[in-house]
């Protein structure tokens, strides 16, 4: 017997029909509120799109007719090149600027990169002070009661200062660590000024001059806020006396206000400044015109830290100097890393390179001499100036023996070297760089460390 489906399909029985309830008569009011507007906002759009259709309609016809009837096939031909050719190099620009190495921001703080964020916390930097303080005091006790005789640092300084009060061609001065007289297109520029002490780090030499002998100061540059590098009182000495400008990296224009600062300006990596200005024509200045200067805030592998729970707070960074056809780099403070190679790729010439030595043991803060000579070949460099030594001392060893390491170093690499120069300063004293005459008396002095 069939199923009863199969029944009810054979023998045509009907399904009972269900009820259904009576529709209700249209009632316009009864329609939802927005509905004319999107009816009305519907008749618009469409409008609009037939009147931007009859535009580009029209332009299609009008454009290819003025061209005909105005410019020459040889000249619609260089002006789509030079169409594409802008549009190419805008979309390469941007994407040139988008890659650049930016520091990671996370809950107010800076950080190298998110990896190293990822890695460290803030508290491995403030909460180390008060482990160290144990053991930095007891070393540097015997020293402070006169039991221990504190090394000096035994690196000749000049007997006076020879830099004039301007210059056209650059002219380096070193003033002891990693602070720079710069003189360059008449612009007097002044990196990391410390003439003061800066405990409980040992100061192991005097600085090289006077403060009071500085020349006009045009711009001030500060790699970060360390009290190594950010000196309170010689910063508001040079600001009372040349009113200079202040340039910083981003977030320090707190600390710079607490000092009565206020002639600043703030910069992150890869900012630019440029400067020109029109000077009254003096003994100093005959010419009365200053040369283009361009400044740039480049990456670091550092930290920030002026207070006990501030660390990071504040951006750090290198800088790049641009005038008169010389570039000059100053790495400020920082470990080796990855953005020196990025660096020179955006600059693919640099003259001279100032670079860390101190201390000798490296670490992602600081580079010791081994790795600031593979920084100086990664930014493909012509003159290496060795900064950031015999000035203050946390260590039991001499005050030159991050020099002694570079130079052993400098010859271990010599091949790799072999088309560079190392020039070294006397504390206080006044050079010319020349790219393409290498100081020889330098190089040897250089090499003569090894025996110390």
Same mark, same amino acid.
């Given at each position: 017997m069939l199923p009863a489906r199969h029944q009810t399909q054979e023998y045509g029985h009907?399904?009972?029909?269900?009820?259904?309830?009576?529709?209700?008569?249209?009632?316009?009011?009864?329609?939802?509120?927005?509905?004319?507007?999107?009816?009305?906002?519907?008749?618009?759009?469409?409008?609009?799109?037939?009147?931007?259709k009859t535009v580009l309609s029209n332009l299609k016809k009008i454009i290819p007719c003025m061209l005909?009837?105005?410019?020459?096939?040889?000249?619609?031909?260089?002006?789509?090149?030079?169409?594409?050719?802008?549009?190419?190099?805008?979309?390469?620009c941007a994407a040139e600027q988008n890659n650049h190495s930016m520091p990671y921001c996370k809950d107010g703080r800076y950080y190298y990169s998110q990896e190293?964020?990822?890695?460290?916390?803030?508290?491995?930097?403030?909460?180390?002070?008060?482990?160290?303080?144990?053991?930095?005091?007891?070393?540097?006790?015997?020293?402070?009661?006169?039991?221990k005789k504190q090394p000096c640092c035994d690196w000749p300084t000049v007997l006076a200062p020879t830099f004039p009060a301007r210059s056209i061609p650059l002219l380096l001065t070193w003033i002891n660590h990693s602070s720079f007289l710069i003189q360059i297109g008449d612009h007097n520029i002044l990196i990391d000024p410390v003439f003061g002490d800066c405990p409980?780090?040992?100061?192991?030499?005097?600085?090289?001059?006077?403060?009071?002998?500085?020349?006009?100061i045009d711009y001030v540059l500060i790699s970060h806020n360390h009290a190594d590098h950010t000196d309170f009182a010689t910063l508001k000495t040079v600001a009372t006396r040349d009113n200079p400008l202040f340039i910083i990296p981003a977030g320090n224009t707190k600390l710079f206000n607490a000092m009565g600062l206020t002639k600043i300006t703030e910069k992150t990596w890869w900012e630019q400044l440029v400067l020109l200005e029109k000077t009254k024509q003096t003994a100093d200045t005959p010419s009365g015109d200053k040369k283009l200067l361009t400044i740039t805030c480049l990456p670091a592998r550092h930290w920030s830290c002026r207070k006990l @729970? *501030? #660390?990071?707070?504040? =951006?750090?960074?290198?800088?790049?100097?641009?005038?008169?056809?010389?570039?000059?780099?100053?790495?400020?403070?920082?470990g080796y890393g990855p953005h020196f190679k990025e660096i020179a790729k955006n600059f693919p010439i640099i003259n001279v390179a100032l670079m860390p030595i101190h201390p000798i043991k490296s670490?992602?803060?600081?580079?010791?001499?081994?790795?600031?000579?593979?920084?100086?070949?990664?930014?493909?460099?012509?003159?290496?100036?060795?900064?950031h030594w015999g000035t203050f001392s946390c260590e039991s060893y001499i005050p030159e023996m991050p020099l002694i390491r570079l130079a052993q170093h400098?010859?271990?690499?010599?091949?790799? @070297? *072999? #088309?560079?120069?190392? =020039?070294?300063?006397?504390f206080g004293q006044t050079k010319q760089v020349h790219p393409d005459a290498p100081d020889a008396t330098t190089l040897e002095s250089l090499m003569a460390l090894t025996t110390y």
């Open positions: 009907k399904k009972p029909r269900p009820e259904h309830k009576p529709i209700a008569p249209f009632d316009e009011k009864t329609l939802p509120r927005y509905s004319k507007n999107t009816q009305l906002n519907t008749i618009k759009n469409k409008k609009k799109d037939v009147r931007m005909n009837r105005y410019l020459t096939r040889q000249s619609q031909q260089i002006l789509f090149l030079l169409l594409v050719g802008s549009a190419l190099a805008t979309s390469w190293e964020y990822e890695q460290i916390s803030v508290w491995n930097h403030f909460t180390s002070i008060p482990y160290k303080l144990p053991a930095l005091i007891m070393r540097e006790l015997p020293h402070l009661l006169g039991i409980p780090l040992r100061r192991t030499h005097k600085p090289g001059f006077a403060l009071e002998q500085l020349p006009t @729970l *501030d #660390a990071n707070t504040a =951006l750090w960074s290198s800088w790049m100097i641009e005038c008169n056809g010389t570039t000059l780099y100053c790495a400020g403070d920082s670490s992602s803060e600081h580079m010791g001499p081994k790795d600031a000579i593979t920084a100086f070949l990664d930014l493909n460099a012509q003159t290496f100036i060795p900064i400098w010859q271990l690499r010599q091949k790799e @070297l *072999d #088309a560079k120069q190392c =020039l070294l300063f006397q």
